[in-house]
């Protein structure tokens, strides 16, 4: 029989770590009645932290 060491990790941390790689969340959901198509949504995201160094876009230089 082997012990494997078993590592828990904070729900903060594993937050951190995804934010400052970044996550892209896609999915796909139709509501279907009888064969028929009503709504489908489309759902595509980015999700990821913000660094301060870096200028936006949106603001014009002097």
């Known amino acids: 029989m082997t012990v494997v060491e078993r590592r828990e990790i904070a729900l903060v941390d594993l ?12 999915g796909d959901i ?10 489908r949504i489309d759902l595509n995201a980015l999700i990821s932290s913000v660094n301060a160094q870096v200028p936006s876009p949106f603001e014009e230089s002097p």
């Not at 937050?15 to 896609?26: E, K, N, Y």
Request: charged fraction near 25%; hydrophobic fraction near 60%; charge should be negative.
């Open 30 to 39: 139709t509501l279907r009645i009888a064969d028929v198509d009503l709504v």
């Open 15 to 26: 937050l951190d770590r995804l934010l400052a790689g970044g996550v892209v969340i896609t």
